[in-house]
């Protein structure tokens, strides 16, 4: 199987403090990758690096074959390339329906000429985009909020709208950093569901998560960090039977 | 009695094209522009001087636009890194730095002297009268124009992508957007409608010093803005000629005070002003039409 990502030898410090000493790992393409590790590990920092907000200091990270170390968030959108984050955020005075529609790709409408003077090109877009952006609110069941501005929402609805806007951006690949942190269990049953079904459409989910069954249950290939490197990569299993990250975990040698 | 109507029917349009400029760059993209009467100014003294050479109007007019774009342009590529109150800062300071320059750069704008005798197009056809009411009207008409292209370009694919900016430019960015194109374009096109003000003021009123464009005109151009619904090109339109409906209206209101001379009717017409625009934003904080979330379309067959 040929690798979505690779991260090769990241190191990034912060003010001296190394936060990344040389990651390296492969996210298979089509899988659930899980990210784990203590807290410290250096998780986010990584996320951070390979969704483009942060420079890393050394190292290559390779997407989908290319090379893409230190692009611009929006290039790596264009690319297929996106991500969650752990506190849901929105546009607050944007409504849900707006914000499936900005993450549509390729609009023509986006140019300044073609906005003022309504191409035919970007009409035709616009409907497009319009016509998924109701197909994924009815699969989220968001339909009826669809005019609401975000910030009415409830976190629960917000982590459902940060992953239909996402799949508006037609990803090859997602980041999700904790999706289920703050969710209740209902819901978070209800996004296991969802994620499951968007990587049976072949989207590749690298999720940071620090829910243990979750990850068992989604992940078929796991990824353990801690004090800024890979320390195992495997199954599930593979990975929590390995001394070394029992004692990342509980300090001891189980 | 009439002259002095149109005279306020021009400058009412001429702020509303500053208070549509100023709410594209800062109620469509977030980026708050205190240079404001810089950028008038700019376009002012770049059509005299190019019309003064002797271009024709419509020239002077496409040379004031270009004027204001590329000084956008630049002070964006300086402040990329900046935003809010910072941005402010800088804008503020190259407001008055045009200022500065017109006034000290004697050779070419003639200081506080001003430039007089700036080319009133059709003035001798016209007549005084004929040009002041086709002053009023063309004005009008090109007010209503810019308005009817920017609401379009609001509720377009751009102003959504420019919406996020403002919302936030980092997450803009993870959705897609090219968040400094969108920037530069915003910039640009508010400089340039700010500049294309300055020029029409500059022909309707041929005469302009760097009186003309103290901070105090970025100043009501906010008010108007404000207190009209920022982030709504309507609003800002309204509330520009309703800020110079205010303004002409309070000359009348402070001469029936008894009792006060005419520095302190100076002094409580700018109170006044203050006044207003606590009472607009403790009663209406998003302005008197605020801006809109255009709904979804109905779901689909």
Known sequence: MSAALEVHGITRSFFGVAALRGVRFAVPEGSITGLIGPNGAGKSTLLNVVSGLLRPDGGTVRFLGDEVTGFAPHRLAARGLTRTFQVARGFPRMSVFQHFMLYGPRQPGEGLLQGLFRGAAARRREEELAERALGIARRLRLAPLLDAPVTALSGGQKKLVEIGRTLMAEPRMILLDEPMAGVNPSLGAEIAAHLQSLNAEGITLCLVEHDMPLIRQLCGHVVVMAEGRTLVTGSFDEVVAHPEVQEAYLGHRA | ?301
């Open chain 2, 1 to 301: 009695m009439l002259s002095y109507l149109l005279f306020s029917v021009t400058i009412g349009g001429i702020y509303a094209l500053l208070a549509l400029a100023l709410n594209l760059a800062w109620g469509g993209a977030g980026l708050v522009n205190l240079g404001l009467a810089g950028f008038f100014g700019i376009g002012a003294y770049a059509t005299a001087l190019a019309t003064g050479a002797g271009l024709p109007v419509a020239l002077g007019l496409g040379i004031a636009m270009l004027a204001g774009v590329l000084a956008g342009l630049a002070i964006t590529g300086a402040t990329l890194r900046l935003r809010d109150d910072y941005l402010a800062i800088v804008t503020l300071g190259f407001g008055e730095i045009v200022r500065l320059v017109a006034l000290n750069e004697r050779w070419l704008t003639n200081g506080a002297d001003g430039l007089s005798g700036i080319v009133a197009p059709f003035k001798a056809q016209l007549g005084v009268q004929g040009f002041n009411q086709g002053s009023a009207l063309a004005v009008t008409a090109l007010v209503l124009l810019v308005w009817w292209l920017l609401r379009r370009l609001d509720a377009s694919p751009f102003g959504r992508a420019l919406r996020a900016v403002r919302e936030d430019q980092e997450l803009a960015a993870f959705a897609g957007k090219p968040v400094l194109r969108l920037k530069f374009q915003a910039f640009a096109l508010s400089a340039a409608l700010a500049g294309l003000a300055g020029a029409l003021y500059a022909h309707t009123q041929s005469y302009i010093s760097p009186d003309h464009f103290q901070p105090l005109i970025t100043i009501y151009i906010f008010l108007a803005v404000t207190a009209g619904g920022l982030g709504r090109p309507l609003g800002a339109l309204l509330g520009a000629y309703a800020v110079v409906i205010f303004l002409e209206g309070t000359r009348f209101l402070a001469a029936l005070v008894p009792g006060i001379e005419p520095v302190q009717v100076a002094a409580l017409r700018e109170a006044l002003v203050g006044l207003s625009l606590l009472l607009v934003l403790h009663f209406r904080p998003r302005g008197l039409l605020p801006e809109r979330i255009p709904p979804a379309p109905k779901a689909l067959p």
